[in-house]
């Protein structure tokens, strides 16, 4: 009996042994719990903008040479100022280096007199529906100056018409200026009474002049049209137009002169000397 109990609790010890390695073995395999990282601050907040690398003058054209992005800490004061709206537009004032750009340092925009290239003049003329292309004229049109002249005392007596310019610009029609959004076509004026035309400087008085003295038509350029200015002052008259030659007048006789009779011869006597005075008749 005592034996048998021996025998017992050696197996009872052999299996608590095995429990126990099974259970050491089963938790060398469960992985361990990571370790908790503390989490990293999150960036600063920051916003970009544009800003004048070097100093500019007034009167400088804004260029998108002049400008560059720099990032300023903290979220943005306003709205984003976009250079793309603002190129060529005319500084007001002389700025910095380092300087935000801003519309205020800008002059307000002027459309007629940004569409105005150097050299040229902006002139107003009066129109009315048949000269202004049926009133189908619209801003940004090129156009050719058709001028008229009746024969008259002072023309002469034969009526001419020429093109007097050549592919100008219209920067406004009415009250439409170029570089502005249009009206729709049924809220459109139909009667504009005056065009202004890009003039280069050395016409504005030929085409004042011809104004007063005759009519003038415009005629619209084609988008692909390629104007010759050296045909632009080529005169058109109406026996030309008709197929009427002009023959020459015969060239007006010389006057005649008449011969001047011999003046008479006088002698007059101062004391001793004499003298001969011719006289004429």
Partial sequence: MKGKGLYLLAFALLGLALLLGAY?????????????????????????????????????????????????????????????????????????A?????????????????ALPAGYRALAL?????????????????????YYLKANRESGQESTARRLLADVAVLAYGAELIGQAQDKPEQRQ?????????VPEQQVAALL???????????????????QPSKAAVPVSLKALAGV??????????????????GQRVEVFYGEQKAVVTTAR
């Fill in 98 to 114: 380092g300087v935000d750009l801003d519309e205020s340092l800008l002059v307000a925009p002027r459309p007629l007199l940004d």
């Fill in 24 to 96: 050491s073995l089963r938790q060398g395999q469960v992985p361990p719990e990571p370790e908790k990282v503390a989490a990293l601050p999150p960036p600063p907040e920051q916003h970009r903008v544009w800003v004048f690398r070097e100093p500019v003058e007034a009167g400088a054209v804004l260029t998108a040479a002049m400008l560059e992005q720099q990032g300023r800490p903290g979220p943005a004061p306003g709205m984003p100022v976009e250079p793309r709206g603002l190129l060529g537009r005319v500084l007001l004032e002389p700025v910095m």
């Fill in 245 to 262: 030659e002009r023959t020459p007048s015969p060239a007006a006789p010389a006057p005649r002169l008449a011969k001047q009779a011999p």
């Fill in 209 to 227: 002049l011809a104004e007063s003295t005759g009519s003038l038509r415009l005629a619209v350029l084609g988008r692909r049209e390629e104007v």
């Fill in 190 to 198: 139909e009667r504009a009474r005056s065009v202004v035309l890009a």
């Fill in 126 to 146: 009066k129109v009315d529906e048949v000269t202004a292309v049926g009133g189908h004229l619209n801003t940004g049109d090129r156009v050719d100056v058709i």
